[in-house]
């Protein structure tokens, strides 16, 4: 993935490309209509003069005058109109057809980053988050809660159907009114519970809403930092260490190192120091198999970090075949 300075460089460079293309295409066309209609520099002049002396006499003149120029000046569009006609253009094709009237594919709009560029780079995290996840597919929406047992199981001491209809109202709320102030979530359970589906739908949502979203598996975070490990400004810890939410997915199937351990309490760490909040799965249900796994100080920051969403139920893949 990129960070959100490639991305934002990334999008510009394609508003701007989109302007470039206009403008081209746009002079290629008045070349065009130059060679084709003898007279058109005489036929836009007197359009432009006429528009100008109408808009002029709408502010000033008497009604009769207005009404007068305004004639004239429909008379030289129609006049241009016909000529363009008969050599095939429309009068709009001889000006750039920009896609963003703000900023006018510049990118900046009254000194600022224009709308059109954050459209974009949400768009191309969208692209990215959805190569490498099920983003689309896995909406809230597309969330099935009569999958989970509607009756009271002692071996989870709850009904699993209520205690999930709880946990999907949370994460909707959650995506719903997302801000940095969110606080982290540990999502656990056995595999093909949804847990990842929920964290995506999150992610899907709150990326539609503006935020920069970043979703990993731990195994590629892991195997990326075990490859980075002597870079340690690399783009990856950026990257996680910046986005506004981040999913590390499916924490406890990676391998561990004592370099990985060291590196997901880094990352544990800078995101609770810089307040934002990160969604964390993992199938490691027991506190003592996390602590023994990531030892006592990581397994406490994340425990101590994060809200606990616990998930029950039977395994919602097995259950399709
Ligand atoms: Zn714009």
């Known amino acids: 993935m990129q960070t959100r300075q490639q991305l934002y460089a990334q999008a510009l460079r394609q508003v701007q490309s989109r302007r470039q293309k206009a403008v081209t295409l746009a002079t290629r066309t008045m070349e065009r209509a130059r060679e084709e209609i003898p007279g058109l520099d005489a036929l836009l002049r007197r359009q432009a003069l006429a528009e100008a002396a109408a808009g002029r006499a709408r502010l000033v003149g008497g009604p009769d005058e207005a009404k007068a120029a305004q004639d004239a000046a429909a008379q030289a569009r129609a006049q241009l109109e016909q000529a363009l006609s008969q050599a095939g253009i429309r009068p709009g094709d001889l000006h750039p057809a920009y896609t963003c009237p703000l ?110 979203v970043i979703y990993l598996t731990a195994r ?48 544990v760490n800078t995101r609770m120091l810089r307040r934002l909040p990160t969604i964390y799965t993992t199938n490691i249900q027991k506190e003592d198999v996390l602590r023994a796994r990531y030892t006592e100080k990581t397994a406490s920051r994340l425990l101590g970090s994060c809200e606990v969403l616990d998930f029950y139920g039977t395994d919602q893949r097995r259950r399709e075949k």
């Open 103 to 212: 900023c006018k594919d510049k990118g900046e709009y009254e000194g600022k980053t224009c709308r059109c560029v954050h459209l974009e780079a949400r768009a191309l995290r969208r692209r990215e988050l959805s190569r490498i996840s099920a983003l689309e597919l896995s909406r809230f929406d597309t969330f099935e809660l009569d999958r989970y047992p509607d009756r009271f199981v002692p071996e989870y001491n709850c009904n699993p159907r209520e205690n999930m209809a709880e946990i999907l109202n949370y994460c909707k709320d959650y995506a719903r009114r997302f801000s940095t102030r969110n606080p982290s979530l540990l999502m656990t359970g056995t595999a093909g519970l949804g847990k990842t589906h929920l964290a995506l739908a999150i992610a899907g949502e709150v990326l539609e809403r503006g935020a920069d």
């Open 220 to 267: 590629t975070f892991f195997d990326q930092m075990e490859r980075e490990k002597y870079a340690p400004e690399s783009d990856l810890s950026r990257i996680v260490q910046e986005a506004e939410l981040l999913v590390l997915d499916d924490l406890g199937t990676e391998f561990v190192t004592n370099y990985t351990v060291s590196a997901l309490y880094e990352l």
